[in-house]
């Protein structure tokens, strides 16, 4: 996508070229994605001056040169070692590599220090700071796909809500939902939540095949549209809730919307936790996780709101709203929206109503 | 599962402790998850001749301590930098940590780093390819979990191909598979291959809304059941096949039957990819990727069957065969088992017959 930023910023970091690593088997490198489309092997190479070059294996050539934004793709050459290779490429093409800029918080030990040798590069850049803020405001483009992926998610989430007294176990209502992503082509930002009583107060539960159990459930849920992820999370009521609940839910409701009307220009993720604690009171000690995440190619990315992130909120950042509050052998609750920062207000973009639902 | 047989390697290595780091938001690390049965972030620290300890944040510590095998599950302290944490863990409970044990294949930089500063860890050393070795040869219970994942893999492989005519699209076929692994209640190794006509040359093509084409139709398919993969291709052909695309396919049968017979104690990775070449005669040039892998908790593992491979086959390892044949434009295919290597034979995993079914 912004690769002209990222060149931007390489020459003003006296960085030569970035070299972004996609080596793992049968998964991709989010970086690499982002910048090529391609979903698979390969290194992309990213001069500070010149046009990017897509390096696959030999099997992926056909599929990469097919699918890659990037025009320049080649194989590696089987027979040398593949950094190696990449030294010989750099020099017939005149790529400077005295400083090689790499994203350490993606790439291994082993990876590195292979690079390292092959190139024979005298300086390494760590660039993840710098690609996780260009991929943390979304483009146009990347804002339409995430509006038709929010509008899928949306859609299933509704669905099961509607058919929710149908489903005699977690893992059933888990189940209907990864099947109605397969139905209208999307993968899963995450394998569903469908967290219920007591489970409920574990926020990364996984759903078994028990009984849906009375009290509150949590439906935590995402599709996978076009290679970005969404991320929304509803509860429902099974049985009849006490008004002390009903009183509780509202709280964090209530908690959760303010959340979403502190979001300003420049405020730093640590500030809009803390805020959401202060409106949490004595209930912020069961509040065990960040207040949200940025959403895109991963479902966790820039910016985070825990309570160190010194990220600041700008125009186009895509990210969640999440408090959750979670008694242990009791209950848990939690109510998350996704939002689109314009510049000047937080636009939702999950539109499942927040109101409790409730189930007999 | 194998915790003393690492101790065991660590202590001939002068290695104090191992740590292991399941950092990533939203997925897990294999090796942790391999020792524990815990699917989510942590930490995993084995002495070399103590117990081992699991560390996670606060959210996840009810969950694991419910799931994991290690009994010693502790939350790390939100207020304080997880490693320098960890070293105070380690200094308490008398852990030495002058040399560290690391994976060097799956820490990225920045952990590495983080790590090494806050234990002040004078020496780390790579245990990368001691857990490769040891997760390479299954035990009894690892079989076991295999075996049955293999039996829902081959019923839904078996069932697609009944099926076959019916689906109108790739994208559908594969659809069609993914929600049969669902309602077995598992996940997937990967995102189903169907790849049909001119698209099959690409191995790793991803599936699209786009009419099934005649002739060879790959179908690369592998269920997750209790954290284990599972994979196993199969051909069918769409129209009637000439005899000289039947000739071909059964020369490549044979090429990887043959390949199944090779399998021995102590042979080399290379030395099968070689037999397999030499088995493919001048078609070897179509070939373009390794002869086969280690499948387990990740779908790609020890033993690799590439070029180069020095890695040795022994008893109760758990690999691919699949060779295949790619021609650019024109057409693709692969045939590929599973076998259990039981210590004198080849036990293949992957029980669907594999002539070639033809679909009209």
Redesign the interface.
């Known amino acids: 996508m912004k690769i002209k930023e990222l060149q931007k910023y390489m020459k003003s970091n006296k960085i030569d070229v970035a070299v972004l690593l996609s080596l793992h088997?049968?998964s991709y490198d989010s970086n690499v994605y982002y910048f090529t489309n391609y979903?698979?092997q390969g290194v992309l190479i990213i001069p500070k001056s010149s046009r990017p070059i897509l390096m696959v294996?030999?099997?992926?050539l056909?599929?990469a040169r097919?699918v890659s934004r990037i025009k320049n793709v080649f194989a590696f050459d089987?027979k040398a070692k593949m950094f190696l290779h990449l030294r010989e490429i750099l020099k017939k093409r005149k790529i400077k590599s005295g400083a090689v800029g790499?994203d350490?918080?993606?790439?291994?030990?082993?990876q590195?220090?292979a690079l390292r040798k092959g190139l024979k590069a005298s300086k390494t850049r760590?660039i993840?700071n710098a690609l996780k803020c260009i991929r943390g405001v979304k483009t146009t483009a990347e804002i339409k796909i995430l509006g038709k992926g929010f509008g899928i998610a949306d859609a299933i989430v509704r669905s099961a809500i509607r058919n929710f007294r149908k489903f005699k176990t977690e893992?059933e209502a888990a189940?209907y939902m990864?099947?109605e992503a397969?139905?209208r082509?999307c993968?899963l930002?995450?394998?569903p939540i469908i967290a219920s009583g007591k489970n409920a107060?574990?926020?990364?539960?996984?759903p078994r095949?028990v009984p849906i159990q009375k009290g509150f459930c949590i439906i935590d849920f995402g599709v996978c549209y076009k290679g970005y992820c969404t991320d929304i999370t509803r509860m429902v009521y099974v049985g009849k809730p006490t008004e002390k609940e009903v009183g509780l839910y509202n709280f964090l409701l209530r908690a959760q919307e303010n959340a979403i009307r502190n979001v300003k220009s420049g405020i730093k993720g640590a500030k809009l936790y803390k805020n959401a604690v202060k409106d949490l009171r004595h209930y912020a000690k069961f509040f065990?996780?960040g207040l949200g995440?940025g959403v895109g190619i991963d479902?966790?990315e820039f910016p985070s709101l825990s309570?160190k992130s010194k990220d600041k909120i700008e125009k186009n950042m895509v990210f969640t709203i999440e408090p959750g509050l979670?008694l242990?052998?009791k209950f848990g609750m939690r109510i998350e929206d996704t939002i689109l920062f314009n510049g000047k207000k937080a636009e939702i973009l999950t539109k499942v109503p927040k109101r409790l639902v409730v189930v007999k």
């Open positions: 088997s049968m979903e698979g294996p030999e099997m992926e056909e599929r097919k089987r790499i350490y918080s993606s790439a291994t030990v082993e590195y220090r760590d993840g893992e189940n990864k099947c397969i139905k082509n993968g930002s995450f394998p107060s574990m926020p990364h539960y996984k095949s065990t996780h995440h479902i966790h309570p979670y242990t052998g």
